[in-house]
């Protein structure tokens, strides 16, 4: 992922590609977590915070809980590949 500080030093126009690269990063992992749902029961607690469009800090803890594991290391892998430039409080966001 791109380091924050050299970020800084690009032009206008490279930050912002940054930026909707992020953003296609995210959308990417709201779109498998809801094929995630899927496999899960419906009554779980990890497929109703993704439902109501949780933030992934949420879901991810409700996931350890429940030893949803596909959810709990897609998390974690799309929190360290994003790395700095994720947002804070990103949430799950089901198409409208």
């Known amino acids: 992922m791109v380091d ?3 970020v800084r030093e690009v032009p206008f126009a490279e930050k912002a590609a940054v930026r909707q690269e992020v953003q296609e990063e995210i959308d990417a992992v709201n779109w498998l977590l809801r094929k995630c ?5 419906t009554d779980s607690a990890t497929v109703k915070a993704i ?3 949780a933030t ?13 594991w596909e959810v709990t290391e ?9 790395g700095a ?12």
């Open 74 to 82: 897609l998390l974690e892998e799309a929190r360290v590949d994003i």
């Open 56 to 68: 992934w800090e949420e879901i991810l803890n409700l996931a350890r809980w429940e030893e949803a």
């Open 37 to 41: 749902c899927r496999q899960l029961a």
């Open 51 to 53: 439902r109501r469009e």
């Open 4 to 6: 924050r500080d050299k």
């Open 85 to 96: 430039d994720l947002p804070a409080g990103v949430r799950c966001r089901l198409p409208g």
